[in-house]
């Protein structure tokens, strides 16, 4: 038997509220909709019955512009349409910008056709041709975005693909060619998601960060600037307030996130118009990060591995020194690691400074693995003089 | 769950229901991408109504019985253009093609991404900042090697590899059939027929220094190779021959114990068996730590570093 849904005679107010807002957005979509003029707040409140049973006059405009601007900041473009005079005239929605238009797919054999609405508002909407090899490349893109662990992206694209296979063969596009293996680390889905709202609605957020330095777990709180993602692990890029020092937090060592909810739909700070997320997300070496100065160390190339070969393009060149590379080096302690690993096929030449760096870390090394382990006295962890 | 999250998948919905036929709610489960308690949830939203008779919005009748759902109506019966969030996130994708793919294929993307842009909801003065989000794979190693090794997989042509591993002093050349492209541990790798050795190897796209693709072409085998790799769990660290085992320092451990996922000793140092595949690279990697490693075994590795560390101290009192 087919029945319409029977109504609940009394519900429970947390259910009541979400259904009766998701309720009001859909019926003041329709009542927009079917328009082909502007409407008035007035014409739209015989039509939406959640605005119809506001108790008053402030009421109801007060929660018609909240919906406004949340269905705005959900990407629906409701216009607000002014007079001659200045004053607001009504409301508008119009279809070809709400509906996607009707997409096709070029092939050999033809264009696909997609099935066309009959009715006011559709019969206007515009079409748009996809190449097979175009649509092949956003298959493998919502593919890419899928393997990063970030739920909300994920959700995102795959909505986005849900919408394009209306009209166009999305299952048959070419599979992704090749395979990503997940880190061992990975970010909590909801941890990802509630950053990246803070994110999108430019709010505060605090958590407890796990200090790798100290091991020491400490609240932040900061204005998020950006998420990347890089050498497979997620990074949020944000300030602390007043400061002009844009960090990075590895998001799996985040825990306990909140999000500024005071004064929702209002941003809480803005993203400087200079700041690049992606020059700012370059990959860098250790010895290339800290605010010190840096300082310039010549290296001596005495050998051509394959690992000194890589290495030897990351260094400026030295005129009439071809086995000598100069570089800029902010850690010291970092960068004298970085050569040991070279296993004496780079050696430092100056300055002095480093170079006694590394003869230092030579030495202690050296002694640390002449003495086998069953040799020693204690596990305790070793000093450094 | 917010109302945005909501009215996102009910407006999905209504479409894939918009012919007035029933529809099985098993089938809506999967053409929505949802589970059955949060569709259900969905259909409650809008169907349940406290201010006006049930059943009732203007235009939008739904019907619901055991196992299906029919809806006749007048609205929403094309989906929404993207959202910005659907359009920042297949932009994010397809940038991470664009540095990955050959560059005929660059035309594709990037048009792809104005087909995309074309079909965003916006207001007319709207701005879309699509820059709040980043991601690249690796920088290690040449991309331009990597959209190479790609084309000639698509075209299952063989290759002419030169490779050199971190200790060689020179590149070999391999001509190999690529049957895969794998990105692991940070490193992008390709898992290939290496025609000289006969048999499967994994290449490094940091240790390629030359691509050169041939005319002669092979024929895949039945078998996924790369999925088989995968499914054994396979470290893409060469073919282990042994163990290696490392204590790590209480001053590095917390960073090893974290990428490893590996719970800290007592005395917050850390114990780690490695797959020992390659003895010079395990040299190599072990003696970036300096002394905050050391080996427990096998005790030749300890001898090697010994020994190269005598050769460095004295290069350096030289």
Known sequence: MTHGIATRASPARDDYMPSQKIQRWIDLLAALLKRRFPASLEELTREVPGYAITVSKTALRRTFERDKDELRAFGIPIETVTGPDGDTAGYRLQPGHFYLPYLTLRSATGTTKPKKIDQYGYKTLSTLTFEPDELNA????????????????????????????????????????????????????????????????????????????????????????????LNQHWYLAARAPGEDTVKNYRVNRITEPTVNSSRPGTHDYQIPGGFDLRTHARSRHAWELGTGDAIDARMHFRANSGAASAALRLGEPIPGHPQDRRFRVRRTDAFARWLLSFAGDIVPVSPRSLVDEFRGLVRETLAHHSVPPSLRPSASPPVRP | MTSSDQLRRILSLIPALADGEPHRIQDLIWDVGIDRALLLQDLQSITERFDVPGGFVEGLQIFLEADTISVVPNHFLRPMRLTKGELCALELGLAMLSSERPIEEHRAIHTARYRLESVIAKLPEEEIASDLRYATLSAAGDLEHLRRLREAFRQRRRVRLRYRKAAEERASVRVICPYGIVFASGMWYAVAHCDGADEVRIFRLDRIEGVEQLETKFTAPRENVVDKILREGRAFQGMPAGTLRVRYSPRIARWIAEREGKPLDQDGSLTVEHPLADSEWTVRHLLQYGPEVEVLEPSDIREVIVQRLDVIASVLSQ
């Open chain 1, 138 to 229: 956003v298959v493998a893109a919502a593919g890419r975005v899928r393997q990063l662990g970030d739920p909300l992206l994920a959700e995102h694209a795959d909505s986005a693909l849900r919408k394009l296979a209306a009209d166009l063969p999305v299952d048959a596009a070419a599979p992704p060619d090749n395979e990503l293996v997940p880190p061992r680390a990975k970010p909590s889905p909801e941890l990802l998601a509630t950053l990246g709202q803070a994110l999108q609605n430019r709010k505060r957020v605090t958590f407890a960060y796990h200090g790798m330095g100290d091991g020491v777990e400490t609240r932040r709180t900061v204005e998020p600037f950006g998420m990347f993602f």
